[in-house]
């Protein structure tokens, strides 16, 4: 499945948390080569993944990265992200700035630095990851989903900026996820009914795929049951 990835090198940001591990797990599975940023020092089982330990929320941090990784870029997979609960009076401003950037401008710059090097190479794929509350309206979260709504609207921007470039750019759309820590957040939810980590990490997989030809600029669901 997919053999287009095979060989191909492909950057996955924030590559070891609970979706994450998913994503670069189903990319190295298709025989793609991982660039994967990390926070912290992480070592590799595989020679088809390498970690950095990257700022992807500094500028210079982020130019350094994809200088390092080469000419070869084919995918660049954004999961770099933070979540904030809190209504409007209880959002400081502190608190605002910080969910914008860690969602929005790590998304900014891993798509800018990614453009600036598939544009060289003749295309490639982009896949940001938002949320479910920027298309269904969901109160007490104002600072997550309104960083997360910039996701969107820099996915369905970009597309179009670089649709004659042969490269698309798509962004995943999960409701609340299986995960321990959500489970552990949550725990009177029906698990049953959120998508598991490894079907969120398909839909990435696909959208970055060359057998991937036609879908840019979407915004695609995957809530599960949910």
């Known amino acids: 499945m997919y053999q287009s990835l095979r060989g191909r090198r492909v950057v996955v940001t924030g590559g070891t948390g609970a979706l994450g591990s998913a994503v670069v797990k189903a990319f190295a599975d298709a025989g793609a080569m991982c660039e994967v940023t990390t926070r912290r020092s992480e070592t590799s089982t595989s020679d088809r993944i390498r970690y950095q ?7 210079n941090a982020v130019v350094r990265f994809y200088d ?33 950037d860690t969602n929005a401008v790590t998304c900014f710059l891993c798509c800018r630095e990614a453009v600036e090097r598939m544009r060289k190479t003749g295309g490639g794929r982009i896949v940001n990851v938002s949320s479910r509350p920027t298309i269904v309206p969901t109160g007490g979260m104002i600072a997550y989903t309104t960083s997360k709504a910039a ?16 490269i698309l750019v798509n962004a995943v759309v999960p409701s609340s996820m299986d995960t321990p820590a959500n489970r552990a957040a949550m725990p009177k939810a029906d698990f049953s009914k959120w998508p598991k980590v490894e079907e969120v990490a398909h839909a990435i997989l696909f959208l970055a795929s060359g057998e991937n030809v036609l879908t840019s600029g979407a915004l695609v669901p995957v809530y599960g049951k949910a």
Request: charged share 25%.
């Open 151 to 166: 996701v969107s609207s820099i996915t369905q921007c970009l597309a179009e900026e670089v649709k004659a470039d042969g």
């Open 53 to 59: 330990v990257v700022d992807v929320a500094d500028e």
């Open 68 to 100: 390092s990784i080469g000419s070869d870029l084919w995918a660049s997979v954004h999961l770099v992200g933070a979540f904030e609960v809190g209504s409007i009076a209880d959002t400081s401003v502190e608190k605002f700035r910080s969910q914008f």
